[in-house]
């Protein structure tokens, strides 16, 4: 089975901490990645992609080493609004299409 | 544009019942498909379509059916409900490889 593997936490963090989540995954054959932001009882949505040489949106940036088959959210500056739960996701192709493994998620809580 | 619209938002139903969960999109994605998430699991796939008139089963097909009549439309039917199958449901599309929007999930509990 092809697995994505995350600490699903809870981290905990005051407002403007730094805070970086990880994520392993199984298949090297995965082609991309990506990392969705799911806020309580609502649908996962796309953060960001993450490239092999590291992209940056804002406050967060994004790793990934094939090598060694990790990926990494980093936040900084966190705010009481990136509560939420993290999803790791690798794409990958089996057959002719491409599917989505999604890891379980960390869940974040910023406090005041 | 609406994106993914999933009906309906809540179900409960009696086991061995059957039932159909709506989906749809306006974005003319090619690629739909069908998640389950259960608390400690994450999403795990039960059945995708990578066009019209063509379906596939994913991680957890059993119990579900789907059809592809149309680009905008991927139903999901419910055979003969079991308690198992309490979940919350969430549709997706996209264009291949690309992002996936996800529509505002079903929650169903089957007593």
């Known amino acids: 089975r092809k697995e994505v593997e995350q600490d699903p936490g809870p981290f905990n963090v005051p407002e403007g901490a730094t805070v970086a989540f990880n994520c392993t995954y199984s298949n090297s054959a995965s082609q991309s990645f990506f990392w969705y932001r799911q806020d309580c009882r609502k649908e996962p949505k796309l953060l960001m992609s993450?490239?092999?040489s590291g992209n940056e949106d804002g406050r967060f940036t994004a790793q990934l080493n094939r090598a060694s088959q990790y990926i990494s959210l980093l936040i900084r500056d966190s705010k009481l609004s990136d509560s939420a739960t993290y999803l790791c996701v690798a794409l990958y192709y089996g057959g002719s299409q491409g599917n989505l493994i999604f890891g379980k998620g960390t869940k974040l809580s910023v406090k005041p | 544009n609406a994106g993914v619209t999933q009906t309906p938002k809540f179900q409960v139903l009696k086991t061995g019942q059957s039932m159909t969960l709506q989906c749809a999109q306006d974005?003319?994605?090619?690629?739909m498909s069908w998640y389950r998430q259960d608390p400690g699991m994450g999403l795990r796939l039960i059945h995708y379509s990578v066009g019209a008139g063509i379906t596939d089963q994913g991680e957890v097909p059993n119990g579900y059916n789907v059809s592809r009549s149309t680009t905008e439309d991927f139903p999901l039917r419910l055979l003969s409900a079991a308690p198992s199958q309490t979940s919350v449901y969430f549709c997706a599309s996209s264009s291949f490889a690309n992002e996936q929007f996800f529509g505002p999930g079903t929650r169903l509990t089957v007593l």
């Open positions: 993450v490239y092999s």
């Open positions: 974005m003319n994605h090619e690629y």
